[in-house]
């Protein structure tokens, strides 16, 4: 969804579609960054990496209410190119 929208911001900007292109590219490739490396992060968490990590966040599980995960999804939205 992100980079929809990214992509229809520039090509209003430009009909050039390497330009458009590599504007982009400019504009997705810090933010793609970010949430590929706490993806890669959560998953060793999530897949049993280091054991105790993976208990620790099953047990959070169990505790949680869903309000952490509802404000870390909204936090995630406002920070990208839809906030």
């Keep these: 969804m ?3 929208v990214v992509l229809g911001a520039v090509f ?3 009909r050039d579609i390497a330009a458009a292109l590599r504007e982009y590219e400019a504009q997705r490739c810090d933010r793609v960054r970010d949430l ?3 993806a890669r992060k959560r998953c060793d968490i999530t897949h049993g990496k280091d054991m105790q990590l993976t208990e620790a966040w099953y047990q959070e599980l169990r505790e ?3 309000e ?3 404000n870390g999804m ?3 939205i406002l920070s ?3 906030g």
């Design 36 to 38: 590929v490396l706490k």
């Design 64 to 66: 949680e209410t869903g």
């Design 2 to 4: 992100e980079d929809a």
């Design 68 to 70: 952490r995960i509802i």
């Design 80 to 82: 990208g190119p839809l």
């Design 12 to 14: 209003r900007q430009t």
């Design 74 to 76: 909204c936090d995630t």
